[in-house]
């Protein structure tokens, strides 16, 4: 057997050398690569349920859509009772209105003082008297006098108001705007506003007196009572755009 030639050992150690380095410099680039594209993904955040929702606009159409077809299905003397559509319209509006923050509206300074049960009871009084308010007045309603504005807001805003016009059976416009915020669970709908009256202020106004004079649970309690009391004249709780 021939002997290995020094010269020969040192070029095949520098050779194989080479070869691991080209092998070490692709490796990193390749894992270089991976974590540019991997790590970004690792670190997004997550879809939530907000962040997939619809926005303000799109989900008030989409109201009223459901809203007006399911009234189409009903016969007069249904669509003429308030006790008999306000079932409809609490089951499309209640996933979409925020009880809670509306009734700390209305309570204000009130709200810090009443218990948690308290809150609630008025938080629902409150709402189940919006119910009632609009769903007298959803037969008076039909798609084509209804129009939601181009919305215009921020698109990072966290409150946004939807405007719409409303024309009457005389054809006069009044205007309706619903406020909306967003939440964890997506936008929710917490003010209605008709001609500039404010439902939020409307009711913060006649509660805050009756709070400071009689208690809170007098409060309540009216509340309560007018829930089964005749439904007040008032455009529907959620509306459809107007053909253009």
């Known amino acids: 057997m ?28 390749w ?34 859509t459901r809203l007006f077809a399911a009234l189409d299905n009903e016969s007069a003397p249904v669509r003429h009772s308030a006790d008999r559509v306000l079932p409809l319209v609490d089951k499309l509006l209640s996933p979409h209105f925020d009880r809670e923050y509306a009734g700390r509206l209305v ?13 609630e009871q008025f938080a629902s009084a409150l709402y189940r008297r919006l119910l009632r308010t609009y769903a007298g007045a959803v037969a008076e309603w039909t798609a084509d006098r209804v129009r939601i ?6 698109p990072e805003a966290l409150q946004v108001t939807v405007h719409t016009q409303v024309a009457d059976s005389r054809g006069s416009i009044v205007p309706v705007d619903f406020r909306l915020h967003q939440t ?5 709908i917490f003010d209605v506003i008709v001609d500039g009256v ?13 709070i400071t004079q009689k ?3 007098a409060a309540i309690a009216r509340l309560e009572r007018s829930d089964g009391a005749a439904p007040e004249r008032a455009p529907p709780a959620v509306t459809a755009p107007m053909n253009e």
């Open 2 to 29: 021939r002997p290995t030639s020094p010269w020969a050992i040192q070029s095949g150690s520098v050779r194989g050398m080479r070869v691991r380095a080209v092998t070490v410099i692709q490796t990193l680039t």
């Open 31 to 64: 894992l270089t690569a991976l974590v540019f594209v991997v790590a970004p993904a690792a670190a997004a955040d997550p879809p939530t349920a907000a962040s997939t929702a619809p926005g303000p606009q799109v989900l008030m159409a989409d109201l009223t």
């Open 107 to 119: 309570l204000g300074l009130h709200w810090r003082g009443a218990t948690a049960d308290q809150r």
């Open 149 to 154: 504005l181009p919305l215009r807001a921020d």
């Open 184 to 188: 964890a669970e997506g936008w929710k």
């Open 198 to 210: 404010s439902y939020v202020r409307n009711y913060h106004d006649d509660t805050d007196t009756e």
């Open 215 to 217: 208690g809170l649970q």
